[in-house]
């Protein structure tokens, strides 16, 4: 069996007058993470992740902010469709880590649901999708709520 690990990271603004959608889960907040798609740090992270492990690039590659195919769409596509990519070369994935950093809101209450929603795409059990959060301590753009950040890390197994 081979296994390949990958890492993905992700930055978005947050804004007034946008939806906060955040691991597939749109959240009650007065601000809302600004992007061609729907913006959802948390999927881009581990999309990222699951494509750097099979050295296929990055999500811009793939799903690029130039192309209006791309606009306002839901993140659980690209996730779906990347999961598509790396089970066409054979593998699977074995179990998802990811962090989330942001001042708010609190994520607690939808870990859960990221979890599961998560889960479903790639096709793992839940217990084998980590989602964690963490603040800055009021420290730089995320402590002033400018922006958040996920951090992701999958582990893919080859299959056969």
């Not at 994935?93 to 889960?119: F, G």
């Not at 301590?137 to 582990?155: P, Q």
Request: charged share 25%.
């Amino acid at each position: 069996m081979s296994f390949r690990i990958g890492f993905g990271i992700d930055f978005h603004q947050m804004v007034e007058e946008r939806d906060l959608w955040i691991g597939g889960v749109k959240i009650p907040h007065h601000k809302g993470a600004k992007g061609h798609s729907d913006a959802d740090v948390l999927l881009h992270a581990i999309c990222d992740a699951m494509l750097g492990a099979l050295s296929l690039g990055d999500i811009g590659v793939h799903f690029p902010d130039t192309d209006a195919a791309y606009k306002n769409i839901d993140s659980k596509i690209l996730l779906q469709r990347t999961f598509e990519l790396i089970a066409a070369k054979g593998y699977k994935v074995v179990n998802v880590d990811s962090s989330l950093c942001l001042e708010a809101p609190k994520i607690k209450p939808y870990v859960n649901s990221m979890q599961e929603t998560i889960a479903s795409i790639v096709q793992v059990d839940v217990s084998d999708v980590s989602v964690k959060a963490t603040t800055t301590e009021k420290m730089g753009f995320v402590g002033r709520e400018e922006g958040l950040v996920a951090y992701a890390t999958v582990l893919l197994e080859k299959q056969g």
